[in-house]
């Protein structure tokens, strides 16, 4: 497992460039899936049969990880019924960026940049870790809410840079230029469902991320370990925000 590791971290560390043909076939899938969650939020969902607080995560996608020209794309989707909440409530965690630092473990500081109406400008340090490997990500987001009818919100997050963060938080730390990096991340999108669902409400929680291709030598170890680290990260990320939707207000 330690050589595993080491070999891992190398392979991440290696530098990368994001390619023009890799941006753009993530831009068409990133189109195609938009247009997908959007169509399926207009028909309500049937959240009756679902346990209060019970996370079902898997691949929203093939089977999570969806090779394109030059790189790869993440794709995870979970959902949950919280009972005795209300959709305000859940849709006001939600929007609380800047305390998005106290609710998700993987976020080191979280500000909100501005805002227009339902439209957010968030700006959010990240910290990943798995076997090994670790990336420090400073991610710019738009995040816009929409109101299609009575009962049901839903956000669009797309990420407009994501910058891979060199020596974090020593005073000589660096931002990577965009795209040129370990390739961890280079583009991320999140698309969030609320539904109001009698005593409760109904989240769905979707993810897309790019990132580069595995290296040939070691994408047999690599890619169960990034499939695991996908279907935990959606898990985790919905355990996360129920939590802070059950804290009790002071």
Known sequence: ??????????????AAELQPRTSQAYGAYLDKATRAFVSRVRTPADASA??????????????????VPGGLVHHWVGRTLLRGVTLEHVVSVSKSYAAYNTVYKSILASTLLGQEGDTYRVLMRLKESEAGITAVLDVRSTIQ???PRAGVV???SNADEVREVERAGRPDERLLPPGRDSGYLWRASTFTHFQQEGDGVYVE??????????????????????RSVGRRSVQNSLQEFIAAVRKPSR
């Open 1 to 14: 497992m330690c050589l595993c590791s080491v070999a891992l971290t190398s392979a991440v560390a290696a």
């Open 205 to 226: 929680m979707e993810t897309l991320g790019l990132s580069r291709q595995f290296p040939p030598l070691l994408g047999w170890i690599i890619e169960p370990i990034a």
């Open 154 to 156: 839903y956000a669009l």
């Open 145 to 147: 809410y929409v109101e």
């Open 50 to 67: 679902r346990g209060d607080g019970v996370i079902s995560a898997g691949p929203a996608g093939e089977d999570g990880i969806i090779s």
